[in-house]
């Protein structure tokens, strides 16, 4: 035995009903009903490399069952659709701890898809979700929490970046009509960071951002593209004794004109309806207790 690792072995196990009744017959039934049962397991192994810092890697399996909103789509596109789950086998190798002022994690993955979900606009507001024949997903998640400055004009306050960074490479697995081709509707680059100013009061506040730096495809034919952005913020708070905080978040400072979100199509051309815009300049307030 190796006193620093430690071996992981699990499973889960589900079974999801989904029905719709359809009482307005009028142009058609809708009414059905679909079952999944599914067993997945996983692996791991976690290795304490040093003190405060460990290793980690996981092998798992995982079901998605469509949802009920997937199995209803409109009549015109075929009634009540039945889907089959969407199925993955994910490899995950990564790294978390605390070393000094700085907090950190970071894993990289590689996933293997069968029937994934894809919702798709099939027409003018009109959405039908499909199953995916073979998907990859993969990438890297990683963040961190860097103290770089310490009793800057109190004893106790402290000034800390908290970056965050997803790199998302998702395709095609040999697809007959889209090849290799990106998935649409996921950005390949987001990056997300804060700087923030703690007084041992409780108070803090600093400068957010949120950057998408490339753009990505809104259809699997890759032939349409959005916009990238950058957006500014600024966020404050206190932090009470008793368990209370309350924040203040000021969002997209610029007023920027962005696409938020995107629709899918198999192909898409100049009159689809595929983007959505992006909250303007906003401000929200609110409170958290913690017990």
Do not use: C
Not at 51 to 70: C, K, R, Y
Not at 189 to 195: D, I, T
Not at 242 to 265: K, M, P, Q
């Amino acid at each position: 035995m190796v006193p620093d690792v430690a071996l992981i072995a699990g499973a889960s196990g589900g079974k999801a009903t989904r029905e719709s009744e359809d009482s307005f017959l009028s142009d058609g039934n809708n009414s059905g009903s679909g079952d999944w049962s599914w067993i997945n397991p996983r692996f791991g192994v976690l290795w304490q490399a040093a003190e405060g810092a460990q290793v980690f890697a996981n092998l798992s399996w995982a079901t998605e069952p469509p949802t009920l909103s997937d199995l209803t789509p409109l009549t015109t596109a075929g009634g009540f659709s039945l889907l089959d789950a969407q199925r993955s086998a994910t490899l995950e190798i990564g790294s978390r701890g605390k070393r000094g002022d700085i907090v950190w994690e970071v894993a990289v993955y590689h996933s293997r898809l069968r029937d994934e979900i894809q919702l798709q606009n099939v027409g003018p507001s009109m959405n039908q979700a499909r199953n995916l024949d073979r998907t990859m997903h993969q990438g890297i998640e990683a963040g961190a929490d860097w103290v770089f400055l310490r009793d800057i004009g109190t004893k106790g306050d402290g000034l800390s970046f908290r970056p965050a960074y997803t790199f998302s490479d998702f395709r095609f697995d040999d697809d007959p009509t889209f090849k290799d081709n990106e998935l649409p509707g996921v950005p390949r680059h987001l990056f997300r960071a804060e700087m923030r100013y703690r007084h041992p009061s409780g108070a803090w506040f600093g400068p957010t951002t949120d950057w998408v730096p490339q753009a990505y495809y809104v259809d699997n034919a890759n032939t349409q593209k959005t916009d990238s952005y950058v957006l500014f913020g600024l966020r404050a708070g206190w932090d009470f004794e008793n368990g209370l905080s309350a924040f203040l978040e000021a969002r997209n400072l610029g007023d920027t004109r962005y696409i938020a979100s995107a629709s899918v199509a198999a192909v898409a051309n100049a009159n689809s309806a595929l983007y959505e815009p992006g909250t303007g300049r906003s401000v929200f307030a609110g409170l958290q207790y913690r017990f």
